[in-house]
Structures are given as C-alpha cells and as structure tokens.
C-alpha cells in the first residue's frame, strides 16, 4: 500500500519539476514566518503575493518561493 502524500505537497512537487521557479504551500510559507495556515492566507492578500493556482480549485494556491524568502531576510 502507498504512504500517504498530501494533496498540497503533491501538487507542489509536480510543479517544481516542471517549472524553473520554485514554489511552497500556504503551510510552508506560513511555518517560514511564523504564522499560521490562516493568518499567511491573509498575509498573500495584504501583501500581494503572487498566487500560483491550482486548477480545480479556486481556494487553493501556491506561493513563491522567492517572494517568501526575500520576506524571511527582512
């Protein structure tokens, strides 16, 4: 039987392997920062982040990973 694979962190993957930019979940970024789930879901709007989305599902996204770091060097 498989392991378990979060949807999120699959999605993640298969992006990163096909893409030059690097991207993170709404949970990484957020543990990266020291906030939670909801408040980095709040953080991406006030902040304007640039959303990755993820097709068939309008509340999911991805954030960039460069966009996180240079916040995290602040």
Same mark, same amino acid.
């Given at each position: 039987? #498989?392991?378990? %694979?979060?949807?999120?962190?699959? +999605? @993640?993957? /298969?992006?990163?392997? $096909?893409? $030059?930019? !690097?991207?993170? $979940?709404? /949970? %990484? =970024?957020? #543990?990266?920062?020291?906030?939670? @789930?909801?408040? &980095? @879901?709040?953080? =991406? !709007? @006030?902040? #304007?982040? /640039?959303?990755?989305? *993820? &097709?068939?599902? +309008? ?7 460069? %966009? *996180? !770091? %240079?916040? +995290?060097?602040?």
């Amino acid at each position: 039987m #498989n392991a378990f %694979e979060d949807w999120n962190q699959k +999605v @993640k993957k /298969t992006f990163n392997a $096909t893409s $030059t930019e !690097d991207v993170l $979940t709404v /949970t %990484e =970024a957020g #543990n990266l920062l020291g906030l939670s @789930k909801d408040q &980095m @879901k709040s953080f =991406a !709007d @006030k902040s #304007n982040l /640039t959303k990755v989305p *993820i &097709m068939r599902s +309008v509340h999911r996204y991805l954030l960039l990973k460069s %966009e *996180i !770091d %240079e916040l +995290v060097k602040k």
